[in-house]
């Protein structure tokens, strides 16, 4: 099926191997992409169930080969590629894989899976990073963005090994970028590694682009989305930068918002300081700006999703927010959470 001008959800059954064939050589690009996405998630869910048996972690021999197709056909736009080469988010996956929500077993299969992915193909992604080169000047043209696109999915996956030769390759970038794409692909990956370099990256950026304030909504949601283990104490200090404002709702979804939303590996920490804390600023939100307050507490109704630990977690920062004296925004939110 193809040519469909909305989503249609189809559901049958397809081996990996036909799946591998769609997504080398079918001749619709959604179909590729699709397929893709589906053998891609098949694979996480075999790599999810070895790191709950404590099992070895092994890459797909299939999938390996299906990517290392599209990173060296040279005819197949550009675009579609990288949007093929981009895992699941984490997200995604808690979204569509059965409750309650594997928290650790989905960021550790994804990490572990872009790794095996990163060094089964490290020779065809620095061919693409090579053909793809950054763009000296910026200009707005349909190659020139889905050269970036390709580009900057394939520095991801090679900094995922974290080695002297991508560090370089993310530094150079950084600092030859004549545009905020290429630059901030290149801060993000740095940022969310465990590279020392990382600290002096952090500081340029936003010595940079302190005068823009988008931008620096930018850097915030870059640091409190890394998969680091230390991001919860990072966020936290971040709130005391000069940047920082609580009474900023743009400032809060950066900082605040993008740790509860996007870093599920940290937010949904099995200790509760990620609900703690996010509890503690809803407290403290829920006086200066209800509104903005009642919007966050909305994070914690979904405590249905996960574990029993994680639940009674969740549902103990909400009956400690229930007892502060509320707005009618936040109360009904969290009155709500605790009824379901």
């Given at each position: 099926?193809?040519?469909?001008?909305?989503?249609?959800?189809?559901?049958?059954?397809?081996?990996?191997?036909?799946?591998?064939?769609?997504?080398?050589?079918?001749?619709?690009?959604?179909?590729?992409?699709?397929?893709?996405?589906?053998?891609?998630?098949?694979?996480?869910?075999?790599?999810?169930?070895?790191?709950?048996?404590?099992?070895?972690?092994?890459?797909?021999?299939?999938?390996?080969?299906?990517?290392?197709?599209?990173?060296?056909?040279?005819?197949?736009?550009?675009?579609?590629?990288?949007?093929?080469?981009?895992?699941?988010?984490?997200?995604?996956?808690?979204?569509?894989?059965?409750?309650?929500?594997?928290?650790?077993?989905?960021?550790?299969?994804?990490?572990?899976?872009?790794?095996?992915?990163?060094?089964?193909?490290?020779?065809?992604?620095?061919?693409?990073?090579?053909?793809?080169?950054?763009?000296?000047?910026?200009?707005?043209?349909?190659?020139?963005?889905?050269?970036?696109?390709?580009?900057?999915?394939?520095?991801?996956?090679?900094?995922?090994?974290?080695?002297?030769?991508?560090?370089?390759?993310?530094?150079?970038q950084y600092h030859q970028a004549s545009n905020m794409t290429d630059q901030l692909a290149a801060f993000r990956?740095?940022?969310?590694?465990?590279?020392?370099?990382?600290?002096?990256?952090?500081?340029?950026?936003?010595?940079?682009?302190?005068?823009?304030?988008?931008?620096?909504?930018?850097?915030?949601?870059?640091?409190?989305?890394?998969?680091?283990?230390?991001?919860?104490?990072?966020?936290?200090?971040?709130?005391?930068?000069?940047?920082?404002?609580?009474?900023?709702?743009?400032?809060?979804?950066?900082?605040?918002?993008?740790?509860?939303?996007?870093?599920?590996?940290?937010?949904?920490?099995?200790?509760?300081?990620?609900?703690?804390?996010?509890?503690?600023?809803?407290?403290?939100?829920?006086?200066?700006?209800?509104?903005?307050?009642?919007?966050?507490?909305?994070?914690?109704?979904?405590?249905?999703?996960?574990?029993?630990?994680?639940?009674?977690?969740?549902?103990?920062q909400l009956k400690r927010i229930k007892a502060e004296p509320l707005s009618p925004d936040v109360y009904e939110?969290?009155?709500?959470?605790?009824?379901?």
């Open positions: 099926l193809c040519g469909f001008s909305a989503p249609v959800k189809l559901t049958f059954d397809q081996s990996r191997r036909e799946l591998a064939f769609l997504m080398s050589h079918d001749s619709d690009g959604f179909n590729r992409w699709n397929a893709a996405q589906r053998l891609t998630v098949l694979v996480l869910t075999d790599l999810m169930a070895a790191y709950g048996k404590g099992s070895e972690l092994a890459v797909d021999q299939q999938l390996l080969d299906a990517f290392r197709i599209l990173l060296t056909d040279e005819s197949l736009d550009q675009a579609m590629v990288a949007k093929m080469l981009e895992l699941p988010t984490e997200q995604f996956l808690a979204e569509l894989l059965p409750k309650p929500v594997q928290v650790d077993a989905i960021h550790h299969a994804r990490e572990a899976l872009k790794r095996m992915l990163a060094q089964g193909l490290k020779n065809e992604l620095q061919q693409v990073i090579s053909r793809c080169p950054v763009d000296t000047e910026y200009h707005y043209e349909v190659n020139a963005v889905a050269r970036r696109s390709l580009r900057n999915v394939c520095l991801g996956y090679l900094m995922s090994l974290a080695d002297d030769e991508a560090t370089n390759l993310c530094q150079q990956a740095l940022a969310h590694s465990d590279r020392a370099e990382k600290t002096l990256v952090i500081a340029d950026f936003y010595g940079q682009w302190q005068q823009e304030s988008l931008v620096v909504d930018q850097w915030f949601m870059v640091q409190a989305s890394s998969p680091q283990n230390d991001t919860l104490e990072n966020v936290k200090a971040l709130m005391q930068h000069e940047a920082f404002e609580m009474t900023n709702p743009n400032k809060i979804r950066a900082l605040i918002g993008a740790f509860c939303n996007n870093n599920p590996v940290n937010f949904h920490k099995v200790d509760g300081s990620g609900y703690s804390f996010l509890a503690d600023q809803i407290i403290t939100l829920n006086k200066l700006n209800p509104q903005v307050a009642s919007r966050m507490a909305t994070i914690l109704t979904r405590w249905a999703n996960y574990d029993n630990v994680r639940a009674d977690l969740i549902k103990q939110v969290v009155t709500k959470a605790l009824n379901q």
